[in-house]
């Protein structure tokens, strides 16, 4: 079952698997992506993320600069001439993608002056229901959802708030409603052509439990793969330990029942740009972790 799963996925959506370093792990270690950092603003606070500027520090969240969508362009059309290699656009934040208008005209502009690039966005969830239709109208073919809970009691430990049409949600409330917009968002997206991959922060203590099912429940709704990151201990997490190298290959092997894994990630900063297979680790922290992916 589980080669028929990649065969599947390799059939359905080659054109874009075989290219993107995110779904691919040979192209993974050849191909070239960059990330836009044009989305500021999010619409949930994980207990685990920073939102940050910062020239050095190397994990998601963290940008050198906020751009405008013009000036995204300039930065992709500067790489795009030097990186024969460039095959994808994406939009990783630093904050949540759809809750920035600037997302959408991003693409829109990149779409009508590259549209061979892949274009992609990283997102919570949280609105893609209700922006699948301008994802696709911008060009975009691949979203990443971030899912990190199917329990709302779970989840509950996992984010301090939810923010959602001006009104602020916390606690069980908060993540309830979190988790049944995304796997919403990620039926339509599927339903829309979108092809859907899904981000678990495994934490071990609090979400080991919730692997299996969200696996299962993302597949149910149209999910083609799933990549198990290490969480890096910040914010209120910053005493939380990060999984070992045994419980990531125990975490992948459970969810490796209902969908394929990708093992290579690099928890790329907001602004990434370049080979992912091919670029050094940031902190102590994100060095271990991806260390014990690449040797798992």
């Known amino acids: ?14 054109h874009l698997t075989s290219a993107h370093p995110c779904y691919n792990e040979k192209a993974h270690f050849t191909t070239a992506r960059i990330h836009l950092p044009v989305a500021p603003r999010c619409n949930i606070q994980c207990n685990y993320c920073i939102r940050k500027l910062d020239k050095c520090e190397h994990r998601p969240g ?52 590259y549209p061979g690039l892949i274009k992609c966005v990283a997102s919570n969830g949280l609105m893609l229901s209700e922006r699948v239709d301008d994802l696709v109208k911008a060009g975009v073919t691949s979203v990443t959802v971030t899912i990190n809970a199917v329990d709302p009691e779970v989840g509950a430990k996992i984010y301090s708030f939810v923010r959602y049409h001006d009104k602020t949600y916390k606690g069980v409330e908060g993540a309830k409603l979190l988790i049944e917009k995304q796997f919403e968002g990620i039926k339509k ?41 290490p969480m890096i ?19 992948r092997t459970i969810a490796e029942e209902f969908l394929p894994q990708f093992r290579l990630c690099r928890q790329c900063r907001a602004d ?25």
């Not at 000036?71 to 809750?99: C, F, H, T, W």
């Not at 201990?233 to 975490?251: G, Q, S, T, V, Y």
Request: proline share 6%; aromatic share 6%.
């Open 233 to 251: 201990p910040l914010n209120k997490f910053e005493k939380e330990r990060p999984p070992d190298c045994d419980e990531l290959n125990i975490a």
């Open 189 to 229: 997206a599927s339903e829309a052509g979108l092809n859907v991959k899904v981000n678990t922060v495994l934490i071990p203590e609090i979400n080991f439990s919730q692997i299996k099912e969200i696996a299962k429940k993302a597949a149910e709704n149209g999910a083609i793969i799933m990549n198990i990151i």
């Open 62 to 113: 963290v940008a050198g600069s906020i751009l405008n969508p013009r000036e995204a362009l300039v930065r992709l059309d500067k790489y795009a001439k030097e990186m024969q290699n460039l095959k994808v656009v994406g939009i990783a934040g630093p904050g949540e993608s759809l809750a920035n208008e600037d997302s959408f005209e991003t693409m829109r502009l990149v779409h009508e002056k």
């Open 1 to 14: 079952m589980k080669k028929e799963r990649w065969d599947n996925l390799g059939s359905k959506f080659a």
């Open 272 to 296: 990434a740009v370049g080979v992912p297979g091919a670029e050094p680790c940031g902190s102590p922290v994100q060095q271990r972790a991806t260390s014990e992916y690449y040797h798992a």
